[in-house]
């Protein structure tokens, strides 16, 4: 019987010689016919002494991933229906849980297969399994597959046989199929031979490429589009004042302009303009003063056409001293107003 199971399932999948595109990546679903050919003596946990466990049918179903033209692995569910001989007869529920892990030869229909069973029928048993199968694409998405495989006991030395017969939906990208071309007819001289073309030279031939005329110095992904990395893009001011005095210096307005240079290339960026002040004279009056020192440096950021809605000040006052020393140094130092934008660019990658 398990030899007979065998060359049903090879008859099946040599049947069909012409098939769609094979899958490069992506997910499937699909449902299976289920034939297992057990041979299970003296089973455990059975209501009567000495039953023997042979052949089950059922159904079941399957989800799998295609990670490449080579590999993929699918998760199996099977609802199993056993035959039973020996001090027992007629039948017993079974259930199989398990995963494989697949390869396709070539990236073709023929694969192998290897994987771990779980199989609850009287008791639970364990197997590993090995086998081989073949697919048969109706289209890019629509697919049946036809497989056998060994199964080996771990807990009991068991060795089984086991052959599906599936039809799936595939979610994924199809690799286009290979084209025919039919032979030329006899001359003298052979028709010159067509040349894939890459017009726009950035490496990718024009039936892969999805990007046309993709600048030359860009860095291009596999399908000829252009490649980008984040970046962090950072600008900071620094503004100091005299001695309550509010007016900004000339001196700073070359450090203002690329603040306002900055928030023009980034759009969505704002900025938030921190005044403060030294400790010379009364805390409230300095806290009225630092708020008016950004005041002023926004009016600068305005005035250069930054949107106000863009722009928000505050005045700590000297609650943020940057240096604490009661000296005219360390007032000095203290008397500013700072501001810090940071944003995260799309930036182009170069080719080497």
Known sequence: ?????????????AASTAHAGEQKEGIHLGVFGDYYDASWENTRGAAVGGVDVDNSTGWGAELGYRFNDY????LEYADMDFDLSGAGSGSQDGER????GLYHFDGGPFYGLFGFKSIEAFESNTFANIGAGYRHH?????????????????????????????I?????????AAKVEPAPAPAPTPAPVAQAKDSDKDGVLDTRDKCADTPMADAVDTYGCTKYVEKDATVKLLVRFP?????????????????VTFLQQHSDASVVLEGHASIVGEAKYNQWLSKKRADKVAK?????????????????????????????????????????????????????
Do not use: C
């Open 168 to 176: 799936n939906y595939f979610f994924g990208t199809a690799k286009p």
């Open 71 to 74: 590999w993929s692995a699918r």
């Open 1 to 13: 019987m398990k030899l007979k199971l065998i060359s049903l399932a090879i008859a099946i999948a």
């Open 97 to 100: 849980y398990g995963i494989d």
């Open 300 to 352: 600068q950021l305005i005035k250069k056409g930054i949107d106000a809605q863009r722009i928000s000040t505050i005045g700590y006052g000297e609650e943020r001293l940057l240096n604490t020393a009661n000296t005219l140094a360390a007032h000095a130092e203290n008397r500013r107003v700072e501001a810090s934008i940071a944003v995260t660019e799309r930036v182009k990658v170069k080719r080497n």
């Open 243 to 259: 001695h309550n005095n509010s007016a900004v210096s000339s001196d700073y307005l070359s450090d203002i302009e690329d603040v």
């Open 138 to 166: 109706f289209n890019d998405n629509l697919f049946v597959n036809a497989e056998t495989s060994i199964y080996q006991g771990l807990e009991r030395s068991y060795i089984d046989v086991g052959a599906k017969l599936g």
